[in-house]
């Protein structure tokens, strides 16, 4: 199986009033850390979409070994950006897994679980104990119904039409969170905090 890991990183931040790609976290910044996640997976090719900030995220992001697709229409919506990676996905690839820029908590464990539990279905998700969330998996068989999704929800609509031929893998833990306010990347930062802090703990043990 050929699998492409696509990191959708194109929002243009309006709520925080700077580039979240960009924000300081743990070592590096927040879009560095989600790409380096997409590095440690199983993928056959990493793509990441940018768009709002991408000179200075050109500049600050370590893209090395990556594929950037640009989406100069990233103001219509996260399928949009979809649909400019689609143009550059392998035509080997079997599954893409769509990945969040801004979702720093899903770990590589999270995205070996969505693909070892999805086995041939066209539409995985990730199950947590609060919901489903990202990452999520699709087959190529959906590939050209995501090419025509529309809008910010597009890719939720569509799993909700295709019902119970979603599967949806356990992951255990909640939905991580993604960093769309202040709020949200104060509690981030809070969380990666206390992980680094346990790790120090167990390292100690």
Known sequence: MSATGIVLAAGGSKRLGQPKQLLPYGSTTLLDHVLNTARACPFDQV??????SAHEIEANVNLAGIQVARNNHFGEGCSSSIAAALTAVDPRADVLVLML???PGVTR???AKLLAGRGDAALAACAYEDGRGHPLAFARSTFDQLASLHGDKGVW???DRAGEEVIDVPVPGAIPRDVDTWE???AVLREEASMSAATERHNVT
């Open 184 to 186: 949200d990347y104060e």
């Open 47 to 52: 793509i990441c979409v940018i768009g709002g």
């Open 101 to 103: 820029g801004d979702q």
């Open 109 to 111: 464990a999270t995205v």
């Open 157 to 159: 609509k569509l799993l």
